[in-house]
């Protein structure tokens, strides 16, 4: 586990990091609760805790953040403690892993609550990035806070009309009622081999391949979960017909990330 660099400044937390950007972290498709404000900071939430965090090169402030929330919680969601330099040196090896890590080199994976992740991924479903976000927006502010899979076990696809969801609605209710009654369990799921957490996910109605591995991965840290879109179908089409890298097992979800971002604006 890697050491912090930070300091405790009156309210906030000032943290020296490497390997780590805004940008390439917050508005890369991973989470949908965060929104960048002027001077290229952000505001945004795990789950119902608030952040503001403004960075100056490698510089990061967590304002009005305490140290042990600092600790517990965001230096845990930014995934602080993993070395990423070493993990982009290891990527490196594969010619194509290492234009991408050159890429968008401060891409770090954010450690979702597991809920959080797996209702934000129903959502994504068939989507884009500003309706999603949308979406979960009016899901909060219908609740004040990210609503509990027990809260949401009690509506209907009719109550969720105000989400202007479509046929999500119905999914989410689902996974929210198979976990109220003990069906599944995200805890559970988390622990068991990666092929049998699958299976499980895929239980919930609308649950498919891609958002199982969405919640694997940035609601489970499962990093071996890897997502397929149409842009890294792409990617594996035309770099990896074979299979990803052996430099990859593993971490084959982080090497995702990296690849996506890639991709998708070498061809904008």
């Known amino acids: 586990m890697k050491s912090l660099d930070y300091e405790v400044k009156g309210k ?26 002027c001077g290229g900071a952000y505001k945004g939430y795990a789950l119902n805790t608030p952040l503001y965090i403004t960075a100056e090169g490698n510089e990061f402030t967590f304002h009005d953040t305490d140290e042990q929330t600092f600790l517990a919680l965001w230096a845990d969601y930014l995934d602080l403690y993993t070395d990423y330099g070493e993990i982009k040196r290891r990527l490196s090896c594969d010619k194509t892993l ?47 806070c990210f609503p509990d899979f027990r809260t949401l076990s009690l509506e209907t696809a009719e109550s969720l009309g105000f989400l202007r969801a479509g046929f999500r609605a119905k999914y989410i209710i689902d996974a929210a009622k ?23 996910l895929m ?53 995702q990330q990296y690849l996506f971002h890639y991709i998708r604006n070498l061809e904008k």
């Not at 906030?12 to 404000?37: H, M, P, S, Y």
């Not at 198979?178 to 499980?200: F, Q, V």
């Not at 694997?216 to 890294?232: H, N, Q």
Request: aromatic share 8%.
């Open 12 to 37: 906030d937390i000032v943290l020296i990091q490497n390997d780590f950007d805004l940008d390439e972290t917050l508005d890369c498709g991973q989470a949908f609760r965060w929104e960048k404000v």
């Open 98 to 144: 290492a234009a991408a890590c050159s890429y968008a080199p401060g891409i770090r994976l954010i450690k979702q609550d597991k809920w959080e992740a797996l209702c934000s991924f129903i959502i994504s479903q068939n989507n884009n990035i500003p309706r999603i976000k949308g979406i979960i927006s009016r899901l909060v502010e219908h609740y004040g």
């Open 178 to 200: 198979k976990l109220d009654t003990n069906t599944l369990d995200l805890d559970e799921i988390c622990a068991m081999p990666i092929g049998k957490a699958r299976e499980k």
């Open 203 to 255: 239980q919930i109605n609308g649950v498919g391949p891609k958002v199982a591995e969405c919640a694997l991965l940035y609601g489970m840290y499962r990093t071996e979960a890897f997502p397929v879109d149409v842009w890294i179908k792409r990617v594996m089409e035309r770099y990896y017909p074979n299979g990803l890298p052996e430099c990859t097992k593993g971490i084959e979800g982080i090497a």
